[in-house]
């Protein structure tokens, strides 16, 4: 069963050896060294094309360098790039009424990474608790679910369970209470125990935990106990939105959008937490949403940022929203998200390697059949780079296939082909 990987290349070597030598070692990426994207594709030093299975987490469902969004950039890059908000500028405005009707708030906050927009809605709902709701002061507490990511701040990693983001980062934030993911109950119970709970985040779907898919109606059932208990319910769909997971949202439909899904109001929200794919991946913006009575709570001085909102910011993410929405690319990931389950599915039925096919639209995960500590499922993606398609190991023997949208059905059955193969190697 041991395979033999292809040997990389002099020049991969050499780049890959700059950044082990002059970089942090804070990742351990597959070996392979791109310099080119296009669509659904990517292409390393050596001229290989690959397909991208991974999407840069999902920051790249419009595929790479979707040229209406790069030409929004380069035009704004080349006209204004920052003016901090001390000053306004033409863009943001029209970004904030872009993103708030897209959406269905009253309200934006722009930020630029996903860990700054989790950051800003803890902060926007523990003021909300303090300044609205009435909590004792310095008594709110957040209620955050296990396996959760939500990024890297010391904040964020004080209520993962993540032993490897928190250990010897300490001392950590209070305020936070852990419950198991998809257990409505647990959330009833904590909601009850403590009568200071300001809101509870949660990701639609985990998406590092492995594209752990909670039951039917958790969200709807979780937000309706936060509302009887007022608590916010505030949704971290950096990985999950935008399109990803066969909705605009995965917490679709759930919002007053324009976006033409069915409205299911009880799942909406009442923070939204956006990044990645707001941006299509060519820059980083992020980008906090909830109504008047929450987001005015934030007065002048309070929060902020030097490059949140700024011009190309706000020029490129108007320019993904457009691409979403003109390509049509939450029918396109429901239609093919469904055609590659059963691929995997039919592929599992013949090869025991994979254990569970999973995930919503196009964002799934296979399980190997292996423990949480064997390499199988990084050896697997390692044959699967030979053949042509990139994917990464999440939480040792799950590997995540989230390729960008616009991928189409005949390169969906060609990496069905490629993913059979590749597993086929390892009988
Ligand atoms: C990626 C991610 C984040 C963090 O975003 P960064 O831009 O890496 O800081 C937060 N939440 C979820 C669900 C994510 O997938």
Same mark, same amino acid.
């Given at each position: 069963?041991? #395979?033999?990987?292809?040997?990389?290349?002099?020049?991969?070597?050499?780049?890959?050896?700059?950044?082990?030598?002059?970089?942090?070692?804070?990742?351990?990426?597959?070996? $392979?060294?791109?310099?080119?994207?296009?669509?659904?594709?990517?292409?390393?030093?050596?001229?290989?094309?690959?397909?991208?299975?991974?999407?840069?987490?999902?920051? $790249?469902?419009?595929?790479?360098?979707?040229?209406?969004?790069?030409?929004?950039?380069?035009?704004?890059?080349?006209?204004?790039?920052?003016?901090?908000?001390?000053?306004?500028?033409?863009?943001?405005? $029209?970004?904030?009424?872009?993103?708030?009707?897209?959406?269905?708030?009253?309200?934006?906050?722009?930020?630029?990474?996903?860990?700054?927009?989790?950051?800003?809605?803890?902060?926007?709902?523990?003021?909300?608790?303090?300044?609205?709701?009435?909590?004792?002061?310095?008594?709110?507490?957040?209620?955050?679910?296990?396996?959760?990511?939500?990024?890297?701040?010391?904040?964020?990693?004080?209520?993962?369970?993540?032993?490897?983001?928190?250990?010897?980062?300490?001392?950590?934030?209070?305020?936070?209470?852990?419950?198991?993911?998809?257990?409505?109950?647990?959330?009833?119970?904590?909601?009850?125990?403590?009568?200071?709970?300001?809101?509870?985040?949660?990701?639609?779907?985990?998406?590092?935990?492995?594209?752990?898919?909670?039951?039917?109606?958790?969200?709807?059932?979780?937000?309706?106990?936060?509302?009887?208990?007022?608590?916010?319910?505030?949704?971290?769909?950096? #990985?999950?939105?935008?399109?990803?997971?066969?909705?605009?949202?995965?917490?679709?439909?759930?919002?007053?959008?324009? #976006?033409?899904?069915?409205?299911?109001?009880?799942?909406?929200?009442?923070?939204?937490?956006?990044?990645?794919?707001?941006?299509?991946?060519?820059?980083?913006?992020?980008?906090?949403?909830?109504?008047?009575?929450?987001?005015?709570?934030?007065?002048?001085?309070?929060?902020?940022?030097?490059?949140?909102?700024?011009?190309?910011?706000?020029?490129?993410? $108007?320019?993904?929203?457009?691409?979403?929405?003109?390509?049509?690319?939450?029918?396109?990931?429901?239609?093919?998200?469904?055609?590659?389950?059963?691929?995997?599915?039919?592929?599992?039925?013949?090869?025991?390697?994979?254990?569970?096919?999973?995930?919503?639209?196009?964002?799934?995960?296979?399980?190997?059949?292996?423990?949480?500590?064997?390499?199988?499922?990084?050896?697997?993606?390692?044959?699967?780079?030979?053949?042509?398609?990139?994917?990464?190991?999440?939480?040792?023997?799950?590997?995540?296939?989230?390729?960008?949208?616009?991928?189409?059905?005949?390169?969906?059955?060609?990496?069905?082909?490629?993913?059979?193969?590749?597993?086929?190697?390892?009988?």
């Amino acid at each position: 069963m041991a #395979q033999t990987q292809q040997v990389l290349s002099s020049k991969s070597e050499a780049l890959i050896e700059k950044e082990n030598k002059y970089g942090a070692h804070n990742y351990h990426p597959l070996p $392979v060294v791109l310099e080119k994207g296009g669509g659904v594709f990517v292409w390393d030093v050596d001229g290989k094309k690959y397909y991208d299975f991974l999407s840069a987490y999902s920051a $790249v469902n419009q595929g790479h360098c979707h040229p209406k969004i790069v030409g929004a950039m380069v035009k704004q890059a080349q006209t204004l790039t920052l003016t901090s908000r001390a000053f306004h500028n033409d863009q943001l405005g $029209v970004f904030e009424e872009y993103v708030t009707k897209y959406f269905g708030f009253d309200k934006v906050l722009p930020m630029n990474t996903g860990a700054e927009a989790v950051e800003t809605a803890l902060k926007i709902c523990r003021k909300w608790a303090y300044e609205v709701k009435g909590t004792p002061e310095n008594q709110a507490q957040i209620i955050v679910c296990e396996n959760n990511f939500h990024g890297r701040t010391t904040t964020i990693i004080s209520f993962s369970n993540d032993e490897n983001a928190r250990k010897n980062f300490g001392p950590f934030t209070e305020g936070f209470i852990k419950i198991p993911y998809d257990d409505i109950d647990a959330l009833e119970a904590a909601l009850k125990l403590n009568s200071n709970i300001a809101g509870f985040l949660v990701e639609p779907i985990q998406g590092e935990a492995g594209v752990y898919v909670p039951s039917e109606g958790y969200l709807a059932k979780a937000k309706a106990l936060c509302a009887a208990h007022n608590a916010l319910f505030i949704a971290d769909e950096v #990985q999950t939105g935008i399109a990803r997971t066969g909705r605009l949202l995965a917490t679709c439909g759930n919002c007053s959008c324009t #976006q033409g899904c069915e409205n299911t109001p009880e799942v909406k929200p009442d923070i939204l937490i956006l990044g990645k794919a707001i941006s299509g991946g060519v820059y980083p913006v992020s980008a906090v949403l909830a109504n008047n009575e929450i987001m005015n709570v934030i007065k002048p001085g309070q929060h902020g940022s030097t490059f949140g909102g700024n011009p190309v910011a706000a020029a490129v993410a $108007v320019a993904a929203l457009e691409v979403v929405r003109d390509e049509n690319l939450s029918e396109n990931a429901e239609r093919l998200g469904i055609l590659l389950r059963k691929g995997l599915n039919d592929i599992a039925s013949r090869n025991s390697l994979i254990s569970l096919v999973r995930g919503k639209g196009l964002l799934n995960a296979i399980v190997i059949n292996c423990d949480e500590e064997s390499d199988l499922a990084w050896q697997i993606c390692l044959k699967f780079r030979d053949y042509g398609l990139l994917a990464k190991p999440t939480h040792g023997n799950k590997i995540r296939f989230a390729p960008p949208l616009v991928i189409t059905e005949a390169q969906i059955q060609d990496c069905l082909s490629i993913i059979e193969k590749a597993l086929n190697d390892f009988k």
